[in-house]
């Protein structure tokens, strides 16, 4: 089955402790990318990642770290978080092959930072 | 830098009713455009997209939605909406392939029995 899988679902920590979100897709596609999500202000990209060891900012990167090792994985990493980075982070990949089905979203990560 | 405006934070409609969602675009050229849904508690499915071609794109669930390139607008439309249509609806631009999708603040939609 084609998917995208982000863990942990959920998590609860205190600020300035690091943490890494993983994000792993089994469809060999060469785009992934973090978003997060806030009301009202739908979703904004942190980074992106055109291919393995390519990667750039989005709209709000501060704060975040990825990296892009190989291609099925593209894990978010947290330094030093804040509270303010508390809120639902989503992981997208993309073939870019122009069909409808091309675009994946994972299951979310919802994040508190105490 | 390009934007995408969705003008109606919230939207109530009878089941049975047609329902419209506005999404307007600022860039210079012609982005690429989706519409994504979010059920509540879940991930975002792609609904449609419109690269180039034909401005009225059909989508999965029944859904529409027209390009219109004078106004910038790509607003997604639905005949007979289902109580299962009760979700959140964003519109998102990119503006070439590869690039980065900005995203609408999202309609999100109630289906009154």
């Known amino acids: 089955e084609a998917q995208v899988t982000q863990n942990p679902r959920y998590l609860i920590t205190v600020t300035g402790k690091k943490l890494t979100v993983t994000c792993s897709q089994n469809m060999n596609h060469e785009y992934m990318s973090w978003y997060r999500q806030d009301p009202g202000l739908g979703l904004r990209q942190i980074y992106y990642s055109m291919n393995v060891e390519v990667t750039d900012k989005g709209d709000v990167p501060e704060g975040y770290k990825v990296s892009r090792k190989e291609k099925r994985n593209f894990p978010l990493i947290l330094e030093s978080p804040s509270p303010n980075q508390t809120s639902l982070y989503f992981c997208?990949?993309?073939?870019?092959?122009?069909?409808?089905?091309?675009?994946?979203f994972g299951p979310g990560t919802r994040l508190l930072v105490l | 830098a390009q934007s995408v405006t969705q003008p109606d934070i919230h939207i109530t409609v009878s089941e049975g009713a047609s329902l419209e969602l506005r999404c307007n675009y600022s860039y210079g050229a012609t982005p690429y455009l989706f519409w994504y849904v979010q059920s509540p508690g879940q991930g975002l499915q792609l609904l449609l997209k419109?690269?180039?071609?034909?401005?009225l794109v059909q989508g999965i669930k029944g859904f529409e939605a027209e390009f219109k390139r004078s106004q910038s607008s790509f607003n997604l439309r639905k005949p007979s909406v289902h109580w299962s249509d009760a979700a959140e609806y964003f519109c998102?631009?990119?503006?070439?392939?590869?690039?980065?999708?900005?995203f609408g603040g999202g309609t999100r939609v109630l289906v009154k029995p």
């Open positions: 997208a990949s993309s073939s870019r092959d122009g069909s409808l089905e091309t675009q994946y």
């Open positions: 998102a631009v990119e503006k070439a392939a590869g690039n980065k999708l900005t």
């Open positions: 419109y690269f180039s071609g034909d401005t």
